[in-house]
């Protein structure tokens, strides 16, 4: 019986290991040789939800709410960053995200892409691509934002 019990374990183990896994969006880029990674998940930003300080003049609770995490990659390494960058472009295109917002300046770029519906105003599945040079950065944030929460509405 407690073999039977183990193996269960064991299996439910493995199972929530595949399952959270196959919630993180860039966990192969997060591999690769040169590139550093952060993964913030549910239960942190569950945390940043109860800070009562204002970032920015915006209460986090109301954006965080519907976060459900965030991946950071970045490299500085030359011949790392356009590999990473195309593996993301592909992974943007697969998503069918949107170029929200762009901005360039002196070499330095920073794309916002997401879903956004038709009407309403949460964005869904946000990236942020920042180039500075060979530095590229990437930022990940799966869930849903409202913008009324962030522009303090």
């Given at each position: 019986?407690?073999?039977?019990?183990?193996?269960?374990?064991?299996?439910a183990g493995?199972?929530?290991?595949?399952?959270?896994?196959?919630?993180r969006?860039?966990?192969?880029?997060?591999?690769?040789?040169?590139?550093?990674?952060?993964?913030?998940?549910?239960?942190?930003?569950?945390?940043?939800?109860?800070v009562?300080?204002?970032?920015?003049?915006v209460?986090?609770?109301?954006?965080?709410d519907d976060?459900e995490?965030?991946?950071i990659?970045?490299s500085?390494?030359?011949?790392?960053?356009?590999?990473?960058e195309?593996?993301?472009?592909?992974?943007?295109d697969r998503?069918?995200?949107?170029?929200?917002?762009?901005?360039?300046?002196?070499?330095?770029s920073?794309?916002?892409?997401?879903?956004?519906p038709e009407?309403?105003?949460?964005?869904k599945?946000?990236?942020?691509?920042?180039?500075?040079g060979?530095?590229?950065?990437i930022?990940?944030?799966?869930?849903?934002?409202?913008?009324?929460?962030v522009?303090?509405d």
């Open positions: 019986m407690k073999k039977l019990i183990i193996l269960i374990l064991a299996v493995m199972a929530l290991a595949c399952s959270a896994q196959s919630d969006l860039f966990a192969s880029l997060a591999d690769m040789k040169g590139v550093q990674s952060v993964y913030v998940g549910k239960a942190a930003l569950r945390f940043a939800k109860n009562d300080v204002p970032v920015g003049g209460e986090l609770g109301g954006i965080v976060i995490s965030i991946e990659l970045q500085e390494a030359p011949d790392v960053a356009p590999r990473l195309k593996e993301v472009h592909a992974i943007i998503l069918k995200l949107d170029i929200i917002m762009e901005a360039r300046e002196d070499g330095e920073v794309v916002i892409y997401g879903r956004v009407s309403g105003d949460v964005l599945s946000i990236v942020i691509e920042s180039r500075d060979s530095e590229y950065c930022v990940f944030i799966r869930g849903s934002v409202r913008m009324s929460a522009m303090g």
